[in-house]
């Protein structure tokens, strides 16, 4: 079975939340904006 890419939105909302429920999201900034036209993350290369 063959699963949806992740999005760049989906992948910066879990890295948010993994950092806020440890604790280690400063509070002096505003990260809540993940991406304006999230986009499907197909491969693991960054170019």
Excluded: H, N, Q, S
């Excluded at 002096?28 to 993940?34: C, N, P, Q």
């Amino acid at each position: 079975m063959l699963k949806k890419p992740m999005t760049t939105k989906e992948l910066f909302d879990k890295i948010k939340g993994i950092l806020k429920e440890k604790g280690k999201l400063p509070d002096i900034l505003d990260y809540g904006l993940g991406a304006y036209r999230p986009v499907p993350i197909k491969t693991y290369e960054l170019t």
